[in-house]
């Protein structure tokens, strides 16, 4: 009898199937392409729990009903489109269930059992296209912790701070011997061919701001370089620095074309948004450089993002199919990265090839907004009316109302979109500023402002604020939208409510936002119309007729 122990990987979750148990665990962490993961699934007393990196994702409740026996195990083997396709090591089973403290120590590498049932050392039959190599315990449990380093010539010092930036890094100062001596290591190890071009290179200060006061780009804090033989000597036109050597600085033009390096703590996980991809593999990728120095953005399936032979666009390909998706053509600063237009060569989101598009490729992670450079804010500063970006595209496309494909203003929302017939619940305030009676006349002219509040079921809504105030309805948009009317009859002459350029309209956070998904070239909280009310607010100047009893006047109360 043949049983299945099966442990599905895939970007957001594992599937686990133990025989016939099966159950989704959903994953806290991001899987990153080209590094060494450890997952680990334990099944003991009716619960399968999951861990990535040592660390526990999920718990499953469910029982197995019948004993797992068998006498061979296949790895990696199902069928001609799903086989395991990358670097496998490791694989154990044991007939116990592994504590968190074991799982975590086997993640870091300071516990080597091997499993009882099943160890890695085999012996194992190899069938296929497999190819074995030897790779060292640290190799292994380092996974996406180390510092990365990313060279590129003929970069202007504002040029690189901002591609380095958008790479998820920074371009460093090396201050000791030591720092300096390993960025020229990883030069000439991994970047051979602009190696000789790279003896001096842009480090992270700059005296723009006030002259001979460095700043460090990064920290945005003083620093006191160690300067070469009489340097600075630039003044006033010499505003950034360079490296020559260990503790060797000095100051140069920063237009200047010069060699930079960037220095990438941690490798993100990149995602390119506003593609409408159905397979969430096939828009992350991470960001390597082969001995050319050549980019590569290299995707968790078969797409990379790529620049051409005679490097005049970057496409973005499936290289299994050869199909090219989009292409860039003169890219800023010549790295795809942030948000540009794209030339799409296949159809996608309603749009057919030859059609210029908006993609957003970024580095950014959950609660943060990729500004058109690829730098990240927190996604609570994105349209909060002041700039946050450094290309200040925080506050571009600040749109707060999103409608469905059929929207009537002219007829009213439903209560929660049910299509039940029952009346709409507004809440009207109406605040009086002044009074003027005039007794001869029987008027009353009165200065008022009435605010309305309901909620609109069928909007959704984007880039909300707490402050209310900040979630102010544009004009052209408000004259979209349905809004109840208030119909004063006894008035002199016919009055009602008004929607016009003296209507204040906002909407009310109150409801937890959901996120959008990935057909849109930006970060997008959506907030549900049910959840989050919307309140218009004018002023009045009307004069009322009324039926005054002036038998008792001035001693009464009217």
Request: hydrophobic share 35%; aromatic share 10%.
């Amino acid at each position: 009898m043949m049983h299945t122990i099966q442990a599905e990987v895939n970007l957001n979750y594992i599937r686990v199937t133990l025989s016939k148990l099966r159950r989704y665990h959903f994953l806290k962490q991001q899987l990153r392409a080209l590094t060494w993961h450890h997952v680990c699934v334990t099944y003991g007393d009716g619960v399968t729990i999951s861990y990535l990196d040592g660390l526990e994702q999920d718990r499953r409740q469910g029982f197995l009903g019948e004993s797992v026996t068998g006498t061979h195990i296949k790895i990696g083997s199902w069928d001609a489109y799903n086989s395991f396709s990358g670097q496998l090591s490791q694989a154990n089973i044991w007939s116990r269930v592994l504590t968190a403290d074991e799982v975590a120590a086997l993640a870091d590498c300071t516990m080597e059992e091997e499993g009882d049932i099943l160890p890695w050392k085999g012996p194992w039959t190899v069938n296929g296209d497999i190819s074995p190599s030897q790779v060292s315990l640290d190799d292994l449990c380092k996974g996406a912790s180390g510092t990365e380093y990313f060279v590129f010539n003929d970069f202007t010092a504002h040029s690189a701070f901002q591609v380095c930036q958008g790479l998820g890094g920074f371009v460093p100062t090396p201050q000791l011997p030591e720092e300096y001596n390993t960025i020229i290591r990883t030069i000439t190890e991994y970047h051979t061919k602009i190696s000789s071009l790279c003896k001096s290179f842009w480090v992270g200060i700059s005296d723009e701001k006030e002259e001979g006061v460095w700043i460090d780009i990064q920290h945005q804090s003083q620093l006191h370089p160690s300067w070469s033989v009489a340097e600075p000597d630039g003044d006033k036109l010499e505003n950034c620095a360079i490296a020559e050597g260990p503790q060797q600085f000095a100051d140069t033009r920063c237009d200047e074309l010069k060699c930079v390096v960037c220095a990438v703590p941690r490798r993100p996980v990149w995602k390119l948004l506003g593609a409408c991809e159905r397979y969430q593999r096939n828009v992350h990728f991470v960001a390597l450089q082969d001995n050319s120095s050549n980019l590569i953005f290299q995707g968790y399936s078969d797409f990379r993002i790529i620049q051409n032979e005679d490097k005049s666009e970057w496409v973005w390909k499936d290289w299994h199919t050869g199909q090219t998706m989009a292409s860039l053509s003169n890219a800023v600063n010549d790295v795809p990265i942030g948000r540009q237009t794209w030339t799409l060569t296949k159809a996608m989101c309603s749009q057919t090839g030859g059609s210029a598009r908006r993609l957003l490729l970024t580095p950014c992670g959950t609660g943060y907004f990729s500004c058109d450079d690829a730098s990240c804010i927190p996604l609570y500063q994105r349209c909060d009316l002041k700039f946050d970006c450094h290309d200040k595209s925080d506050e571009s496309g600040c749109h707060l109302v999103k409608f469905p494909p059929v929207y009537r203003p002219d007829l009213p929302p439903e209560i929660n979109n049910n299509n039940f017939s029952q009346p709409l619940p507004i809440a009207l305030y109406i605040n009086i500023e002044s009074a003027d009676v005039d007794t001869s006349s029987m008027h009353m002219h009165v200065n008022f402002n009435v605010s309305m509040t309901w909620q609109e079921s069928r909007l959704s809504f984007l880039n909300l604020n707490e402050d209310y105030t900040l979630n102010r309805v544009p004009y052209e948009t408000m004259q979209r939208v349905w809004v109840p009317v208030i119909d004063f009859t006894n008035t002199k002459g016919n009055h009602i409510t008004l929607t016009d350029h003296q209507t204040t309209m906002v909407i009310n956070m109150l409801g937890k936002p959901r996120l959008g998904d990935n057909t849109q070239p930006e970060e997008l909280e959506v907030y549900a119309g049910p959840e989050n009310p919307m309140s218009v607010r004018r002023k009045y100047s009307i004069t009322f007729q009324c039926q005054f009893n002036l038998k008792m006047y001035p001693f009464d109360e009217q």
